[in-house]
Each structure stands twice: as structure tokens, then as C-alpha cells.
Nanobody, 129 residues
Framework: QVHLVESGGGLVQAGGSLRLSCAAS????????MGWFRQAPGKEREFVAA????????YYKDSVKGRFTISRDNAKNTVYLQMNSLKPEDTAVYYCAAKGKTGWSPPPNLSRQTEYDYWGQGTQVTVSS
């Protein structure tokens, strides 16, 4: 059974940093696209960042470009989201996701929740002003 477990969330002041981790178990995702999404209170879940494969192309929501960095360590079957210069509007539950099928996905597809087959339970990130 596949599990994605996020960690690293918490409370941070505006301008601070957090590093989220998503550890996968049950299968490897070495060649599978993986992504991060978030859902703020009262809002729909939205795309944040995605990576096609280790060291490969990365994609970001416009509002996080230059502040967030997605990366992965295939040896650990883990994907990360380094978040710097955090803003109160970054407050949300952050979810990681993995596509079940291996191989490259076109960038527009990576921002769609339907592209992914596996989801974590989420980790809360709260940014105070």
C-alpha cells in the first residue's frame, strides 16, 4: 500500500522559512512526477510546485516563484519544498502528490490535481504577520 507522509509544517513569522518533506512508502517514485498543492481555509486546493524527475524540470505557481524550491531525493524516496520569505497568504494545509505512471508529464498537466494518483494527508503551515 502506498503512503505519502508530509512533515515540516508549523508556525513561522512572515519572512521566515520552512522546509516540507514528503516521504513515500509502498513503492518508489524515481521516475514519476511529484507535486505540492495547498488549501487555505475557505478556498479550493491549488497547485504550488511540481518536479518531473530528480534534477529535472521544475514548475511553480507564479506567486511562489523565487521563494519556493521543489527538489527530490530518489535514494530516500522523498520530495521537498523549501519555502523562504514566507507571507501570511502562504498559510494553508500543504499536500504532496505523486503520479502513478512513470515518465515525463507536460507542464500544463502538472498543475492539475487529476494528474496525480497518490496524496498525502497534509501538513499545516501558518505564517503570522
Amino acid at each position: 500500500q502506498v503512503h505519502l507522509v508530509e512533515s515540516g509544517g508549523g508556525l513561522v513569522q512572515a519572512g521566515g522559512s520552512l522546509r516540507l518533506s514528503c516521504a513515500a512508502s509502498g513503492r518508489t517514485f524515481t521516475s514519476n512526477p511529484m507535486g505540492w498543492f495547498r488549501q487555505a481555509p475557505g478556498k479550493e486546493r491549488e497547485f504550488v510546485a511540481a518536479i518531473n524527475w530528480s534534477g529535472g524540470p521544475t514548475y511553480y505557481k507564479d506567486s511562489v516563484k523565487g521563494r519556493f524550491t521543489i527538489s527530490r531525493d530518489n535514494a530516500k524516496n522523498t520530495v521537498y519544498l523549501q519555502m523562504n520569505s514566507l507571507k501570511p497568504e502562504d498559510t494553508a494545509v500543504y499536500y504532496c502528490a505523486a503520479k502513478g505512471k512513470t515518465g515525463w508529464s507536460p507542464p500544463p498537466n502538472l498543475s492539475r490535481q487529476t494528474e496525480y494518483d497518490y496524496w498525502g494527508q497534509g501538513t499545516q503551515v501558518t505564517v503570522s504577520s
